[in-house]
């Protein structure tokens, strides 16, 4: 994709630096989260059990989780799979995904994976997209509406659903991706520029989510979803 030859390289170089990488990225996004979070684990998961981020990136998410990735950066704990966690059947309390299963071939294989690892009465919180645009790293293969989540977890107790980052933040990565290719007239150089240039103008209209998560068909377009399930 175009996209990556110049956004994918400044994102590479920031990601050796997360916290001015998060710091830029959560300043700049088009996407506001205000749903419900990952740290609703911590009220789910007893304190002498162990929290794992699957895919977790450079980002720290809280000192109390171990991060997991398939390649090791700063902030990874441990190097693995996500198909073939290194962790014994039922010995783990809580396991956290954000944006990570569309981006893997086999998300049914992971679920599963993330199944046989959680101790019964174990939690698992995930975030997945729905709305959304192409975003590869390295590749990008689903979108997920809130009932092809429960599809997806269905081996699983349902604890709760619900829009993450709602339809402004789902406008507004479409609207940046169709301005940008309209604009450029089919050069893809150009497109590269408008995309960070319509990035900087569209990303402080993402605010409205705040107001417009509490509509209760705010799901209908919502940029990403949640799901919280738990072990039987």
């Not at 684990?41 to 990735?69: E, H, M, W």
């Not at 645009?133 to 689903?142: C, I, K, V």
């Not at 301005?179 to 402080?204: A, D, H, R, T, V």
Request: proline content about 5%.
């Amino acid at each position: 994709m175009a996209k990556r030859d110049l956004i994918g390289i400044i994102k590479d170089k920031l990601k050796k630096f997360p916290g001015l990488y998060y710091l830029i990225y959560n300043w700049l996004s088009l996407v506001v989260f205000v749903g419900v979070s990952h740290k609703v684990l911590f009220k789910l998961t007893p304190d002498d059990r162990i929290i794992v981020n699957i895919g977790s990136g450079p980002q720290r998410l809280s000192d109390k989780i171990i991060n997991i990735d398939n390649v090791m950066c700063r902030n990874v704990d441990v190097v693995a799979d996500v198909h073939s966690l290194p962790f014994k059947d039922n010995s783990i309390g809580g396991v956290v995904s954000t944006a990570m299963l569309e981006h893997v071939e086999n998300p049914r294989c992971v679920i599963d994976e993330i199944y046989r690892v959680l101790y019964p009465g174990g939690h698992v919180y995930i975030n997945v997209p729905f709305v959304y645009g192409f975003h590869s790293s390295p590749n990008d293969y689903y979108r997920w509406t809130i009932e092809g989540a429960k599809q997806l977890f269905r081996d699983y107790e349902e604890v709760d659903t619900g829009v993450r980052s709602g339809p402004t933040s789902a406008l507004l990565v479409v609207l940046q991706e169709w301005l940008s290719l309209l604009f450029s007239f089919q050069n893809k150089y150009l497109y590269q520029i408008l995309w960070i240039l319509f990035l900087i103008i569209l990303c402080p209209f993402k605010f409205v989510d705040h107001y417009l998560i509490g509509h209760p068909e705010s799901h209908r377009i919502s940029a990403n979803i949640y799901y919280i399930g738990k072990k039987p």
